[in-house]
């Protein structure tokens, strides 16, 4: 397609000045398909209800359960190429045959208001805000192996033999990439991955 992915505009660049007294933070969050991010998530925004967790638009169909502009929001491709033409995406990427950005104006009125905000995006979105944001915190999750990684994707039945085979391709060029990102975190046990997530927020 003709958008790139990785040119962000000087324009674009999105500051963390506040307009709070207490400052904004950026927090990216990235682990590959079936690491155990949104469970890991979920426990941390139930103890921290403070933190801002953005919404991503997303061109995949809902899965069940799934509540347009809570979970996602659910755009067709052409809705989504407009958005990217419009410089309306703190950073987008294709994964497993669908789009997925971040909407860069909630997210900017979130850290003006001195919230902390946290994107749980993909590995080439992760580092498109390293050019946009550099000061953001970036965690990394990690499974335990790459077998453990294959048994949860098949324990969740989400997904066809071949869309399996393709995460777990995508999920070795990822965890080699996890250097590059400030905190790595194991998510073998789910408790003690939680605490490790919050003293790397919070210190303590």
Not at 173 to 200: C, G, M, P, T, W
Request: with cysteine; proline share 6%.
């Amino acid at each position: 397609m003709p958008y790139s992915s990785t040119a962000i505009p000087e324009s674009e660049k999105i500051t963390t000045q506040s307009t709070s007294a207490k400052p904004g933070k950026l927090v990216v969050f990235t682990g590959p398909s079936g690491v155990g991010k949104g469970t890991l998530l979920r426990r941390l925004l139930a103890s921290h209800p403070e933190l801002y967790l953005s919404t991503s638009a997303t061109t995949r169909q809902p899965r069940p359960g799934e509540i347009n502009g809570q979970h996602y929001y659910f755009v067709d491709r052409l809705a989504f190429e407009q958005m990217v033409a419009a410089g309306e995406l703190l950073e987008w990427a294709e994964f497993a045959g669908n789009y997925y950005g971040t909407p860069m104006v909630p997210v900017q009125q979130q850290i003006q208001a001195g919230h902390w905000v946290v994107l749980e995006i993909e590995l080439e979105g992760a580092r498109q805000v390293q050019q946009t944001c550099p000061e953001a915190l970036r965690i990394f999750i990690l499974p335990p192996s790459l077998q453990e990684l294959e048994r949860r994707l098949r324990d969740r039945s989400q997904d066809s033999e071949a869309a399996i085979a393709r995460r777990l391709q995508r999920a070795r060029i990822e965890v080699e990439a996890a250097d590059e990102f400030d905190i790595q975190i194991v998510n073998d046990d789910l408790d003690k991955a939680l605490q490790q997530l919050e003293k790397a927020l919070f210190g303590s």
